[in-house]
């Protein structure tokens, strides 16, 4: 009865620790993302990028089963491959968040169409740095990795945010353009409002930025 | 019962009192908060902010500031793994005591090698490639390049070490002749690169820019990889994939084409069918030479890849083409100064490689088939003269990666080559078995010197003779952008064979390179310094007994012997700037070579007619964003040549003015119904410049003829449609 009550006791104390661990997981990756949302997207800033791609690693080297906070410093690298003033700069964050990609693919263990659409991010932005160089191979490494997206959940809103961007950002001339991308950011608003992140911390970007540029093309 | 309740209390006591112990144990721990305070540094002491310092295996951690400064709270206790990482440079990981405060701790990063840190072997070597960042030429800039016209040695021409020679094809480098240089595609010889051979014209190369990812120019002291070649390696590596899903079209004044592309997951087809005509285009442009048919030829080509495994690409190409053409050339020794050629030619070239590696890259395989067949079939004034080539060639190379980036590499190649000229149905033969083994080395002796050494051991059937050579190279890091490097090696090629009709006890001739080399890359900007010396040993010498002949098309009929030799020296520079001014590109060459040699019929050392002893090029390129449109303008000045003059008592002493061209060349895309089109002009030779390449002069020495290009200002204009090509397409196009 004795050995039964404090093993009970043990019990509740373990699942409460468990629970103020999964809490301050859950909490940090709160702040985190809190964090990136926080930053001004037309203008941002490469050292609270560095800070917070910083912090999404520390939890990863922490929570070492968790593909999310992977996910996320690869993300914040992806943005600083955009912002980073030097191709060689840009490069190294990209490769970055190549490598934490492919971390996060590794402990998610099953194809995860997240990490597709923003290895096909990855591409979009490593052939913004050098278009003249980039564009045939980083051109099909996007199309590829959004198929494959496409064929893991079709659903996901991300997927037709990232092909409206593209064709927002190509010349009219060249079939893109902003008339072009209406009916694809159109989609990808359509599937915005039905999208539910399977928690609060899993992804939910693009549905500000669908907006913005669909407010542009009228 | 009572004594029940009492055994539960003290349970419960017993069990608040573990309560409170757990949470006394706790909460200390909580309360207690220790800072950790510190820099992170490179290895040189400069600061690194927004590096990443942290406690591993907790979320307490902080991120260094602009002086590298970073300060953070923990509530571990005791000891800790603190671990530092930054972009570029390798973790740190350190045990730490917890006990007290942490007020400076000092963390020194070390840098990851990369292609900024890491020296790279480059003397004698010049690259065109996407994928290697300290590449000087992109794929790209060999079809953007006006006055090269989209032929790969067309621009070629226009780099350090190369001198230019109109009326001939090949590659001329650092005073070598054109048959010096070969071209490799994927590790394979190619025997015919270029269009068969034409009295005073230049023919083209046979082979589409687009169809590579990287070209390497090499102007001396290359790999032991390759051999027979006295000066340089030209290296062309085919593409993994296809570029454009779909058909597309061209058509431009010269010919017509369909291409075709498929691809899947693992497999692709490229097919090339053409038809080209150059009857129109000299409608329109006036011709120097006199054309009775004009060039036509027609041609297709098909590649096919393969991925099998993860990291292993079959690729088989396979290409046939004919042409047809026929031409009054002049000709100083015949009565009407002319000389009527008819050609006829069919060329085959097939290749297959197959590339992969294992065990993570520590061993990578490249192996290859290759056949080749060539018949040109000509009369000149109506007498048959036939010319039949054919080359087998095998070749397989296995690298292995050892620590720290060393590799060791050992290859061996086979090739069986059937040479044939006919003289009025009279077929001469010749029969050459070649093989050729060699190992090569490449070591990091730090991340700023590094070594290549390497030695190639041949073996010739014709002249039963075998050689071995060694090379050597050696590069060193002067600063963060520069390096400097040294490259020698001996270097061995088979005589013409058409001096081994008549003589097969002949050696092979011998080329000895010393190159050093400096350059620095950064920001955009490269500049480039070569210097080099030459020595040609063991080259063939003519006897004849009979004055100079300066014939181009005569047949070697003299004694022969190895007795020859010559030098070249010089140096070369090379400057391109892709930033000062935006969307303008420019790069600008300048090469001098002095060179004597004793050789063919020479009676004595002269430089040969082959030699310009300065070149110079200036390219520039821009791109206008709102036309869509692509300008580019090259400059190229080669300085005269030595030409022979029989009324002269110095041999080889005259020479000719020097060749100035201006051309320009412009591309704009346009998208039509949803397809891609690229319209593309050139203009070549702007300033309609008479330009003479050399002077023939007539037996009696009394008339000189001057030989100067094709046509003086010409202009070509094309198109090519990419059909049902998806959108997304910008100034990255070109």
Excluded at chain 2, 166 to 178: A, H, I, N
Excluded at chain 2, 487 to 516: M, T, V, W
Excluded at chain 2, 625 to 653: H, I, M
Aim: charged share 20%; aromatic share 12%.
């Amino acid at each position: 009865m004795k050995r039964l009550f404090t093993f009970a006791l043990l019990f509740v104390l373990a699942t409460g620790m468990v629970w103020a661990q999964n809490e301050k997981y859950t909490k940090a990756m709160s702040d985190g993302i809190n964090a990136l949302l926080a930053i001004d997207r037309s203008n941002p800033d490469p050292k609270s990028l560095v800070e917070i791609s910083n912090r999404f690693e520390r939890i990863a080297a922490a929570e070492p089963k968790e593909w999310l906070p992977k996910y996320y410093a690869a993300y914040a690298n992806v943005l600083l491959g955009f912002v980073a003033p030097t191709l060689n700069e840009k490069d190294q964050y990209l490769d970055k968040a190549n490598a934490l990609l492919k971390e996060a693919e590794g402990i998610a263990g099953k194809p995860n169409d997240e990490l597709e659409i923003l290895k096909a991010y990855q591409s979009q932005i490593h052939l913004a740095a050098d278009p003249m160089n980039r564009w045939q191979t980083d051109g099909e490494k996007f199309q590829g990795f959004l198929q494959s997206a496409k064929s893991i959940n079709a659903e996901n809103p991300r997927i037709y945010y990232l092909e409206g961007s593209s064709l927002f950002f190509t010349p009219e001339e060249y079939g893109g353009g902003k008339k072009a991308a209406k009916p694809m950011l159109e989609k990808a608003q359509q599937k915005f409002s039905a999208f539910k992140p399977e928690t609060a911390i899993h992804p939910d970007w693009g549905k500000m930025e669908t907006e913005w540029m669909l407010s542009q093309t009228n | 019962m009572a004594n029940r309740f009492v055994s539960a209390v003290t349970h419960n006591l017993l069990a608040m009192k573990l309560f409170y112990c757990l949470l006394l144990f706790v909460s200390p721990a909580v309360l207690a908060q220790k800072s950790i305070q510190g820099k992170v540094t490179d290895q040189k002491g400069n600061a690194l902010p927004g590096a990443n310092v942290f406690l591993k295996g907790t979320y307490d951690g902080g991120t260094t500031d602009a002086n590298g400064v970073f300060a953070f709270q923990t509530s571990e206790s005791d000891t800790a793994t603190i671990a530092a990482s930054y972009v570029g440079f390798e973790v740190f990981e350190k045990k730490i005591n917890l006990k007290e405060n942490i007020a400076a701790l000092s963390i020194r990063l070390e840098e990851l090698a990369n292609e900024l840190n890491t020296v790279v072997i480059t003397a004698g070597a010049f690259e065109a490639s996407d994928e290697k960042r300290m590449a000087m030429l992109k794929p790209l800039d060999i079809v953007t390049t006006a006055g090269a016209a989209a032929d790969i040695t067309g621009a070629m021409q226009f780099l350090p070490g190369a001198q230019r020679v109109g009326e001939q094809e090949g590659l001329f480098v650092r005073g070598g002749s054109g048959q010096e240089t070969k071209i490799v595609l994927d590790g394979m010889i190619v025997q015919n690169p270029f269009f068969s051979s034409l009295p005073d014209v230049q023919s083209r190369g046979r082979f589409n820019p687009f169809m590579f990812k990287g070209t390497s120019f090499s102007t001396g002291g290359y790999s032991a990889q390759y051999g027979q070649a006295l000066s340089s390696v030209l290296l062309l590596n085919t593409t993994d994939k296809v570029s454009n899903n779909g058909l597309g079209i061209s058509l431009n004044l010269a010919n017509a084409g369909l291409n075709y592309d498929y691809a899947n997951k693992n497999q692709s087809v490229s097919a090339v069918v053409y038809y080209g005509n150059l009857r129109p285009l000299f409608k329109l442009v006036k011709q120097n030479v006199e054309w009775i048919h004009a060039p036509e030829f027609e041609g297709s080509s098909l590649t096919y890849r393969w991925k099998p495994t993860k990291n292993g690409v079959l690729k088989v190409y396979g290409m046939y083409s004919d042409s047809h053409l026929s031409m009054d050339s002049r000709n100083p020794s015949s009565e009407s100064g002319k000389m009527r050629l008819v050609l006829k030619n069919n060329n085959a070239f097939t290749t297959s490689t197959y590339t992969d590696s294992w065990a993570d890259g520590r061993w990578t395989l490249n192996s290859g088939l290759s056949y080749s067949r060539n018949k040109d079939k000509m009369t000149w004034d109506g007498v048959n003269f036939d010319r039949f080539d054919e080359r087998t060639q095998t070749r397989l190379v296995l690298t292995r990666l050892l620590t720290g980036n060393n590799t060791i590499l050992f290859g061996a190649e086979a090739h069986a080559i059937n040479i044939g000229n006919g003289v009025d149905g009279t077929l001469h033969k010749l029969k050459d078995r070649y093989a050729a083994a060699f190992v090569e080395s490449e070591i990091y002796i730090s991340r700023a010197l590094a070594g290549r050494v390497g030695v190639r051991s041949e073996y010739s059937s014709v002249i039963s003779r075998a050689n071995i050579a060694p090379r050597l190279s050696f590069a060193y890091k002067t600063g963060r952008y520069s390096q400097i490097s040294l490259a020698a090696g001996q270097f061995y090629q088979n005589p013409d064979y058409r001096y081994l009709y008549l003589n097969k006890s002949l050696r092979n001739e011998r080329a000895d390179h010393l190159i050093l080399n400096y350059q620095i890359i950064k920001n955009q900007r490269t500049f480039r310094v070569e210097t080099f010396y030459k020595n040609y040993a063991q080259l063939v010498r003519e006897f004849t007994g009979q004055p100079f002949d300066a014939d181009p098309y005569r047949f070697p009929w003299g004694a022969t012997n190895n007795g020859g030799e010559g030098y070249a020296r010089g140096f070369d520079f090379f400057w391109r700037d892709q930033k000062s001014i935006k969307n303008l590109d420019y790069w600008v060459t300048y090469s001098f070579v002095d060179s004597k040699r004793l050789f063919q019929q020479y009676a004595h050392s002269a430089t040969p007619t082959f030699i310009s002893n300065h070149n110079i090029s200036l390219i520039t390129k821009k791109w206008f964003e709102k036309a869509k449109t692509n300008l580019s303008a090259t400059y190229a000045f080669t300085s005269g040549r030595p030409y022979y003059n029989p009324n002269n008592d110095e041999f080889l002493k005259d020479r000719t003015p020097a060749v100035h061209n201006v051309s320009i060349q412009a591309s704009k895309l346009q998208s039509i119904k949803g397809n891609l089109v690229i319209f593309y002009a050139t203009v070549d030779n702007i300033l309609n410049t008479r330009n003479v390449f050399t002077y023939r002069y007539t037996p009696d020495g009394r008339t000189r003829y001057a030989v100067g290009p094709q046509s003086y200002r010409s202009f070509f204009v094309g198109m090519q449609i990419m059909l049902s090509r998806k959108a997304k397409v910008e100034k990255d196009d070109f």
